[in-house]
């Protein structure tokens, strides 16, 4: 057991160096390499978290699982809203998003945002990519500390 | 089956291998970047400055501790009551210089190398570097200026994972107006 608060000033360490290493270069490429770190870390924590676990019956229930355990284990809350067009869009919506809880309540600081949503949204694809989901994970944030996170499968 | 697993526990508490991978992943994105293992030692150490230099604050306000007196009276806080905090772990303090002026914290396991082993060809690299960093920028900001390094390391075949701090001064200018 680590303490939330290490983990935090890691994740902003992270952000924080990458954003340093790219801020020459073009800022996309930091926002993918933070994107990559998550996956990687996503993958491995689903791995452990479902090692116990029943085979999930479909989509909308691997999509719950994320929406309740995953979100529990990293966040300490469960996703607030989950909506889907049942068409392989999901909307999951997190009122308290705990990277930007601290931050502001508004507009402020809108546009760090990004940097802050990366490593989270690739944390999501690398756990769905480890249960057979392949998706693109899309990150909106209108006012902090509110924050969306619009999956999208990507069937073959 | 099982999947009301993870509930419950202190609140302030997030999942340990969530950190481990996390740093994991980090370091391995370090050595993709540097390809050097001593810039990487120094890099993770710089990151850990930044994150004690915040800790301190969280510290201070949760452990309700007053001023140390001595090196003996920080090194009991430091494996008592920080690394017990953060990590859930407390070092064995040992290892005395006869001037006071230099201990050991002593690490039977370390969280942060659970699913770890190192791949030949790094012997240079101190994968933990980020924890001297940390403990480095903490006591700076209460105007100790000490130096952290790592003396064993069980990812490099030692029994046990040893950290030596050495006091080097104290740091007068910084005291806030108004304390002694």
């Known amino acids: ?156 | 089956m099982s999947r009301q697993a993870n509930r419950a526990g202190d609140p302030r508490k997030v999942n340990g291998e969530l950190f481990t991978l996390t740093y994991g992943a980090l370091v391995a994105q370090l050595i993709k970047d540097y390809e050097n293992d001593e810039q990487v030692n120094k890099q993770l150490d710089k990151m850990g400055y930044n994150m004690g230099v915040r800790l301190i604050e969280d510290f201070l306000a949760r452990a309700n501790m007053g001023r140390c007196n001595d090196f003996r009276e920080t090194a009991d806080v430091i494996a008592k009551v920080a690394f017990k905090m953060y990590l859930g772990l407390t070092p064995v303090v040992s290892n005395w210089s006869a001037a006071g002026d230099e201990f050991s914290l002593l690490l039977e396991s370390n969280p942060l190398t659970e699913f770890v082993e190192l791949p030949s060809g790094h012997n240079n690299l101190n994968y933990s570097n980020l924890m001297c960093g940390v403990l480095r920028g903490a006591l700076e900001m209460v105007q100790m200026d000490v130096d952290v390094r790592f003396v064993q390391d069980t990812l490099k075949g030692d029994n046990i994972t040893e950290i030596r701090l050495k006091f080097n001064k104290r740091l007068e200018d910084a005291v806030p107006v108004g304390e002694d």
């Open chain 1, 1 to 156: 057991m680590a303490d939330e608060v290490i983990f935090e000033f890691l994740h902003m360490e992270i952000v924080d160096h990458i954003h340093k290493e790219s801020s020459n270069e073009e800022k996309e490429q930091g926002i993918s390499k933070l994107e990559a770190l998550g996956f990687r870390v996503g993958q491995s924590l689903i791995e452990r978290l479902t090692k116990e676990c029943s085979r999930f019956k479909d989509e909308l229930d691997t999509m719950k699982f994320l929406c309740k355990d995953l979100w529990n284990l990293v966040y300490k809350k469960q996703i607030d809203n989950l909506r889907t067009n049942h068409q392989g869009v999901y909307v999951l919506q997190d009122n308290r998003f705990k990277f930007l809880v601290q931050m502001s309540t508004g507009k402020q600081y809108m546009e760090s945002a990004p940097k802050y949503l990366a490593f989270p949204c690739g944390m999501i694809r690398g756990a769905l990519s480890n249960l057979g989901i392949n998706c693109i994970v899309t990150a909106e944030v209108s006012a902090m500390p509110a924050c969306k996170f619009q999956i999208q499968i990507q069937r073959s």
